[in-house]
């Protein structure tokens, strides 16, 4: 009776088992599935031409409702798969050397990832009318006091910490962005380097005039600068590359937060493979800041608008001071780009 019990109980669990076996057989089927129809669709809308009436829509609700003539800023129309102004960002920088550089570094990869979520969280709430999606902005070439053995001023990351923020994005479905603070060096000969993930095409370009120092200056003891020969050579870059390896449009974030860190900005060139941020980089309280945003990216238009947010900095005189998603969405214009820090 008991081996007659056993034979039952091996056959019963057998059967469980082949059971289990094709049902996990066809879940992970269901998965690739799934996971190739979401490549498929997102090639497909990678491909469609832009809905032009729905861009001009999305653009003037951006402006706010300006009346100067300023805003919606005179630009192409971008290529297919083109993110603003249908899709809104919000990207955690920072450096895994430092944990004073920003928030990407300062805290462990899963804190920082759930923050990250949060924060996306708390915009797409705020603004129900485009999807926002998170990214990871990362520091690719730090600026250095000291000059290094070539002299420039500044120090290229490893490539295995650029592909380790590639696979914590990859954990939560962001974009990257590599950032370049040139020192001594120039534009024209940093971004070069990192073509291994420009070609990729959720991996996107950002350049820091703060650190761009022309005339021998230690970086971090004066502002520097970015003429338009500077942005137009990340640009130009960005679309050669997007031509060479049909890519869906770039973003090319160019940080601000004086008079001086763009020169003619006018002279920044507008292409549709290419689409251009100037963010209001400056640190301090709600006045200053909104001041900053009023006279250096809103009366000099050149595309789209970004803002950053530093959670230290920013809340020295008050954890009241870090502008809310609600407060910022009263700009004119609207950031699309917003950057914590």
Known sequence: MKIKSLIILVQSISFLFIISCNNTSDANKRAD??????????????????????YNKKIFALSNNDTTGLWPAKAPYPLPGAIFPFKRIVAFYGN???????????????????????EVAKWQAADSTIPVIPA??????????????DGKHR???????IDTILNWAKKINALVFLD????????????PQLETYLKMPNVHLGIDPEFSLKNGEVPGTKIGTFNPQDVNAAIDYLARLEKKKKLPTK?????RFTQGMITNYKDIKKLPEVQVVMDMDGWGDKILKRSS?????????????????FYHNDTKTGADQLYTPQELLKFTPK????QYQ
């Not at 990871?136 to 053995?149: M, N, S």
């Not at 120090?155 to 910490?161: A, D, E, I, T």
């Open 136 to 149: 990871l902005h990362y520091i690719a070439v730090t600026a250095q006091g000291a000059p290094g053995k």
């Open 293 to 309: 945003y009023l006279r250096y990216i809103y009366r000099e238009p050149v595309e789209f608008t970004g803002f950053k947010l």
């Open 335 to 338: 950031p699309i780009y917003i």
């Open 155 to 161: 120090m290229r990351m490893p490539f295995s910490q």
């Open 96 to 118: 895994m050397y430092s944990k004073k550089m920003g928030i990407l570094g300062e805290i462990p990869r899963d804190s920082m990832l759930k923050k990250l979520q949060f």
């Open 33 to 54: 599935v799934s996971d190739k129809s979401t490549a498929e669709k997102k090639q497909e809308d990678e491909k469609k031409p832009i809905d032009t009436a729905d």
């Open 251 to 255: 973003i090319l974030i160019v940080h």
């Open 180 to 191: 370049i603070q040139v020192g001594h060096s120039f534009v024209k000969d940093e971004v």
